[in-house]
């Protein structure tokens, strides 16, 4: 049908333009030049103006449609291209996931494109390398390819792995801060370079990138946390501090801060008396015992005490630290091991015989102990067989070789760290018998 509507308009037209041209038969003047003119019938010049304007558009609209069709091709077959490229990654991504690194890395390397052509691509082959246990070809791969895709944070987070897998910090630490630079928003990013930092002892970058994080966090849930973190990475650079006075200062300042953090406390002791300060010292342990009452704070302060031959001091500190926190064990065990050092015999069995001192091995043994000094041996060898137990410490407690964690009773497992065969008795791991026997049972991921 389509076909005798067209010879229908195509007779129609000619026999209009027969018609307009046997009206027009006149001959009129057409200067093709300034010098050259062509008579022509009228009806003729204008059909042929017609025609040839008609010719022209037929040209361009032909010329149109042939651009738009390359263009359609081309696209096509770039639509192609990338459908294979996206299938190609697919399947090395699942034979990444699925622990076949050979597989996926003859995908990635049969496509007709180089791999560093692709970022995609380029941070699978380096997974496969980084899966198989070889980062110097993960290295070699992403060194090679970061120069045509440029900074690219995903793969330069996977060269700071592969040069941390060396034993190259610095070079590890150059990736990742080229990799925050280029995404300064990732959280993740900003918490590698921070531990990278603090690998490597520059604590005042970490405290600083620490900051960073913490302004730009979200999660309520994750703030006590991270702000720990801080104050301890506040802690390390103080500490840091070749000056012994500014470095006190600054863990007093801390410690005033964070109170509940003991380690600012003792270290700020610890420094005042390096720089000869020895009031500023003391005074530091006991601000730190009035926020709790750390062992390793009245130990500083005994010491300190001994060694100005001012004993009597610390016996008060001590009961007066007894008194505030009557529920601490420690502490009135620790006073009953004082006294019982300085010959206060009475007064350490009036702590002892207590019922506020509850059955624990370490009382039985200052019981012991006060036995002892006073001469009564029968009670004190009761007291330290107490305190040993009834196996006199032999057995139990056992203590894992692998993580040091300890439990009553022996299991093939250690519940802490899920390595086989690390549990050792107590008399084993006094006489050095630590030795892994199943080193090659790895801790299982949960």
Same mark, same amino acid.
């Given at each position: 049908m389509g076909y005798w509507l067209t010879a229908?308009?195509?007779? !129609?037209?000619?026999?209009a333009a027969g018609w307009f041209f046997l009206l027009n038969g006149g001959p009129v003047i057409v200067r093709l030049a300034p010098s050259h003119t062509v008579a022509a019938p009228l009806g003729g010049a204008l059909l042929g103006a017609f025609f040839a304007g008609g010719a022209v558009v037929g040209l361009l609209a032909t010329a149109g449609a042939g651009l738009r069709g390359w263009r359609a091709i081309g696209a096509r077959r770039r639509a192609r291209r990338e459908a294979r490229r996206v299938e190609t990654l697919a399947r090395a991504h699942q034979l990444v996931w699925t622990?076949?690194?050979?597989? !996926?890395r003859a995908e990635l390397l049969r496509a007709p494109e180089p791999p560093d052509s692709d970022a995609s691509r380029l941070a699978l082959l380096a997974e496969t390398h980084l899966q198989e246990g070889d980062p110097s070809a993960a290295r070699a791969v992403l060194e090679g390819g970061l120069p045509q895709v440029g900074q690219e944070p995903r793969l330069l987070d996977l060269l700071a792995q592969a040069a941390e897998a060396l034993g190259d910090r610095r070079a590890a630490l150059d990736a990742l801060q080229r990799a925050h630079t280029a995404l300064p928003t990732s959280p993740r990013l900003a918490a590698r370079l921070r531990d990278g930092y603090a690998a490597t002892g520059r604590w005042e970058e970490a405290v600083a990138m620490q900051a960073d994080i913490l302004l730009r966090l979200r999660s309520p849930a994750l703030l006590a946390p991270e702000r720990e973190r801080l104050v301890g990475l506040r802690y390390e650079a103080s500490l840091a501090e070749p000056d012994d006075l500014r470095a006190a200062r600054q863990l007093h300042g801390l410690a005033r801060e964070a109170p509940e953090f003991v380690p600012a406390w003792v270290s700020a002791g610890d420094r005042y008396a390096r720089a000869g300060r020895s009031f500023h010292a003391r005074r530091a342990w006991k601000r730190g015992l009035r926020q709790r009452p750390a062992a390793v704070l009245l130990d500083r302060v005994d010491a300190h005490d001994n060694a100005a031959g001012q004993s009597a001091r610390t016996t008060r500190l001590f009961r007066r630290v007894a008194a505030?926190?009557?529920?601490? $064990?420690? $502490?009135?065990?620790?006073? !009953?091991?004082?006294?019982?050092?300085?010959?206060?015999?009475?007064?350490a069995a009036g702590i002892l015989d207590t019922g506020a001192v509850p059955v624990v091995p370490q009382a039985d043994a200052l019981r012991g102990e006060l036995a002892r000094a006073r001469g009564d041996t029968a009670a004190a060898a009761n007291g330290f067989a107490r305190a040993l137990g009834a196996d006199l410490g032999l057995t139990a407690p056992w203590r894992c070789a692998a993580c040091t964690a300890t439990t009553a009773t022996w299991t093939a497992r250690c519940s802490a760290c899920g390595r086989w065969d690390t549990l050792r008795a107590a008399s084993e791991d006094a006489g050095g018998s630590s030795s892994l026997t199943s080193d090659s049972l790895i801790r299982p991921e949960r």
């Open positions: 229908i308009a195509a007779a !129609a037209l000619t026999i622990g076949d690194a050979a597989r !996926a505030r926190h009557p529920e601490d $064990v420690g $502490v009135t065990l620790r006073l !009953a091991r004082h006294l019982l050092a300085h010959e206060a015999f009475d007064e």
